[in-house]
Structure formats: C-alpha cells, structure tokens
C-alpha cells in the first residue's frame, strides 16, 4: 500500500485563524479523500479532493470554511478557515487503492481555543 | 443513501476468548466490506474485507463473514490477545459512488 504522510501532525490554534493541513502520498493515487474524526466517534467525510478540478464536499461541509487543493496525483490540502472550538478534531486524509480500498494517513489533531 | 450501524458499542472479552462485531448496511449496491482496527492515537488500519461475490474470508485469527439476503456482515476475532485491544470499524462501499460508510465503531477491550 501507499505511504503517506500528513503534516503538520498536531496543532493548537487560536480561534477565527486558519490552518492548512497537507496530505503526500508517495505514489500517484486517482482518489484522495478528507475525513473528520471527532473525539470517541466515527470518521465522517468532509470531501473528495479532485486532481484538476474542485472537490466534492459531503452533505454539511462547504468550500467556504474547509477549501481543498489538489495540485497533482500525490499532494493534497484541507484548510479549516475561521476556526472555533467546534472544528477541534482529528483530521484524516486517505487514498484509495486498485481494489476500492481505503488507506489512511496518520492524521493531523487539531485543537482551537 | 447507505446506512451502517455496528454493535455492539462496547465488548470487553477474557484473553483467549472470542470476539464478534456485527454491522448491517442498508443499500444493496454495496459490493466492498473493509474492516478498519485504530488503536488510541494511532490511524485506522484496514485489517481485512471482503466483497459481495464471497461469503466468508479468513486471515489467521481474524474471519469475516457476509450474508447479503440480510445485509450484514461480521467480524470474528479468535484467541484473543491483549493487543487485539482498539476501535474497530466495518464500512460500506456501495458500487454506484466513491464513498465508504462507516458503522460507529466497537471498543474492545480484551482482559490478560
């Protein structure tokens, strides 16, 4: 499977301030994916991050407040925009395989004061 | 849209034991089933799946089972080990988009 990195790994941020998390695969990958990982609970999908053209965002999300770029077929960002206490969580990128399996990057624990 | 819900919440099993987690899903274009193992701090880890064409598929200790006339499907973890201890997620993946859903997830804790 893919290797894949995301950084920063953890960060604390001020509220109304933005943080851009980066998600590199070692290998060029069709399918990228942003996922949300609230505390104790399941993974939600914020979007799918599309290679040339805007991303597809999930019910609840928007582009306005979580922005993804997708400049090649191993890199991808998420920025969380005027942050609050609400978007404290684990945010996970993830890459689709040949088989329609998912793999995870380590993530990225956000917290906002 | 799909629908997976996972039980139960919370299993605690004696070391040695087995161990069960069931998900039901709700669309029957669902063909892929993964099974995800996250261990505290740590990131999802696919441990096994299965897909709709087979029944049952076995790694060592950790079986899946399908039945697609009623929906679900199950994880079976067999001698239990203390580091078999994490949150385990079954998904969904219906054939007619890209997305995963993902059932809430089961804590285990296996008891030494």
């Known amino acids: 499977s893919a290797v894949i990195s995301q950084k920063p790994s953890r960060d604390i941020c001020q509220r109304g301030t933005s943080l851009t998390i980066q998600c590199q695969v070692d290998?060029?990958?069709?399918?990228m994916f942003w996922y949300r990982q609230q505390p104790g609970q399941s993974l939600t999908l914020i979007a799918t991050?599309?290679?040339?053209?805007?991303?597809?965002?999930e019910s609840g999300f928007v582009i306005d407040k979580f922005p993804i770029s997708r400049p090649n077929l191993t890199f991808s960002t998420l920025t969380v925009s005027n942050m609050s206490p609400e978007d404290s969580s684990i945010y996970l990128c993830?890459?689709?395989?040949?088989?329609?399996?998912?793999?995870f990057g380590p993530g990225t624990r956000l917290t906002v004061l | 849209g799909e629908n997976v819900e996972q039980h139960p919440s919370t299993l605690s099993v004696q070391e040695g034991d087995s161990a069960v987690i069931k998900c039901t899903y709700s669309?029957?274009?669902?063909?892929?089933f993964p099974w995800y193992k996250q261990e505290l701090g740590k990131r999802p880890q696919l441990i096994i799946d299965?897909?709709?064409?087979?029944g049952e598929k076995k790694d060592q200790r950790i079986a899946v089972t399908l039945n697609k006339t009623a929906k679900h499907f199950s994880l079976h973890i067999t001698e239990t080990q203390p580091e078999d201890s994490a949150v385990y997620f079954c998904?969904?993946?219906?054939?007619?988009?890209?997305?995963?859903?993902f059932g809430t997830g089961t804590s285990l804790t296996v008891i030494p």
């Open positions: 993830s890459v689709a395989g040949t088989g329609n399996e998912q793999f």
């Open positions: 290998s060029q990958v069709t399918m």
């Open positions: 991050a599309n290679q040339g053209s805007e991303a597809t965002y």
């Open positions: 669309d029957s274009a669902s063909n892929y």
């Open positions: 299965i897909r709709s064409n087979v």
């Open positions: 998904a969904a993946y219906p054939n007619t988009g890209n997305q995963f859903y």
